[in-house]
């Protein structure tokens, strides 16, 4: 991420997590990703999570048997503890870096407060390098704030009629619904969806 956009970049999270000013944090796995998860029958595919943070969603991949997991963030020293955490571990990679210049070719990419956390004017770019890190009927799955923030973001909300305008041109909708088994704390607050890579002529 350019980190002259509304220095939202790796300083800005970086100072986020050594003061522990991790208010997103759910402490577990998002109970939509989990549900999803649980009924993935395929422990071999590829699967990203961008934006990771704490990791739970990964974690929770790598104790019920998924293979292939890759999380990247941009923050060093959160990287370093994941190293850490899943040290020894091969069915997880962890990258500490810029999402928009990651390379890779994944069947499942999990969206969780990873969106929200962008300046807006990184959305379109955002869903342009989704499409391309999924591979032929790759999936974008996970969670969009269906709110607006008073204060000034991060967090950035939206609308669902603006997600459709942004995703619609690169992706089939086969869910995007209000979230009915949301964290206690975003009740009546996200979208839920499943997002298929279109096969563009």
Not at 91 to 111: C, P, V
Not at 191 to 200: D, G, P
């Amino acid at each position: 991420m350019d980190e002259s956009n509304e220095d939202l970049g790796k300083d800005y999270w970086e100072g986020r997590y050594l003061a522990q000013d991790t208010g997103w944090d759910l402490g577990e796995i998002s109970p939509p990703i989990k549900s999803y998860v649980d009924q993935l029958s395929d422990k071999n595919i590829r699967i990203l999570i961008p934006g990771c943070g704490n990791s739970y969603e990964a974690q929770y991949l790598v104790q019920n048997g998924f293979t292939q997991v890759t999380v990247i963030d941009i923050s060093p020293s959160l990287v370093e503890k994941l190293k850490e955490k899943f040290r020894n571990n091969p069915a997880i990679t962890i990258i500490s870096g810029d999402f928009f210049e990651h390379q890779g070719a994944y069947d499942l990419i999990l969206e969780q407060t990873f969106f929200c956390a962008l300046n807006p004017i990184l959305r379109a770019k955002y869903v342009e390098k989704m499409y391309s890190l999924l591979q032929k009927n790759g999936k974008l799955v996970g969670l969009l704030f269906n709110r607006e923030f008073e204060k000034q973001g991060p967090p950035f909300g939206g609308s669902k009629s603006s997600y459709e305008q942004l995703y619609l041109p690169l992706f089939e909708f086969m869910v995007f619904a209000p979230c009915y088994n949301s964290f206690f704390k975003r009740i009546d607050t996200e979208l839920f969806f499943i997002f298929k890579k279109k096969a563009l002529v």
